[in-house]
């Protein structure tokens, strides 16, 4: 199956620094990739969804100057957590869909745990 | 509003029993339909999905799950649970039209098999 992968899997920064993570589709082009957020036992919270090439629809109430999606290739989309503060500390991952009969389908990645000190 | 609705957050079964994770749904038209099961520290891994066709849908490791349109649930079972069953299920939903074709997910149900 198509497999998706995010780096690093596990980030730990201090307050007031910025964080990149990345999402990578590895063996299939993604035309749409998602930005969830997971708080301890909760659900996925969709914080944006972002098209290659254009640029990202963020939820209502996620702070996009915050939150930094870029979506430069069909295989790559980056989150940047800006002047991080330790409320952003969270498990995100990231999702990916191709275009096409197969839409319906979204490979998940592993997901980064990221702790703000 | 559109949702997905687990009404459990934890379901407790014996190793050898059945198992059931419920799940039901309120969006308009006929949706795709989902199980993503999440081990600690991990992302979603995929169980199976319903598209169209057979109500019984079979999936990943034994897992299955059945559309009920009157319903407007999807349950997922599986005949004999494993200790390593043991973790966190998600059901999702995807409108086929609107909504920005966004998925929505469950509230998750924490599934524990004891030996």
């Known amino acids: 199956g198509a497999v998706v992968s995010q780096h690093p899997s596990r980030v730990i920064c201090k307050s007031g620094t910025s964080v990149k993570i990345e999402c990578r589709s590895l063996?299939?082009?993604?035309?749409?990739m998602f930005w969830y957020r997971q708080f301890p036992k909760k659900s996925l919270m969709l914080m944006a969804t972002?098209?290659?090439?254009?640029?990202?629809?963020?939820e209502q109430g996620v702070e996009k100057d915050k939150f930094l999606i870029n979506h430069a290739s069909l295989t790559l989309s980056t989150l940047t957590v800006t002047s991080a503060h330790p409320e952003d500390s969270s498990f995100y991952i990231c999702?990916?869909?191709?275009?096409?009969?197969?839409?319906?389908?979204?490979?998940f990645g592993p997901g980064t745990r990221l702790t703000v000190t | 509003a559109q949702s997905v609705a687990q009404p459990e957050d934890q379901v407790n079964v014996a190793e050898g029993n059945p198992l059931t994770v419920k799940c039901t749904y309120s969006?308009?038209?006929?949706?795709?339909l989902f199980w993503y099961v999440q081990y600690p520290n991990r992302g979603l891994q995929f169980l199976l999905k319903?598209?169209?066709?057979?109500?019984l849908v079979k999936g990943s490791y034994g897992f299955e799950a059945e559309f009920n349109k009157s319903q407007t649930s999807f349950h997922l079972k599986k005949p004999s649970a494993l200790v390593s069953d043991s973790a966190l299920y998600f059901c999702?939903?995807?409108?086929?039209?609107?909504?920005?074709?966004?998925?929505?997910f469950g509230a998750g149900t924490r599934l524990f098999v004891k030996a």
């Open positions: 319903y598209i169209t066709g057979d109500n």
């Open positions: 063996d299939f082009q993604a035309t749409t």
């Open positions: 969006v308009s038209g006929n949706p795709y």
């Open positions: 972002s098209n290659e090439g254009s640029k990202a629809t963020y």
């Open positions: 999702s990916a869909r191709t275009s096409g009969s197969s839409s319906y389908e979204q490979y």
């Open positions: 999702a939903v995807r409108p086929r039209r609107g909504g920005g074709f966004k998925t929505i």
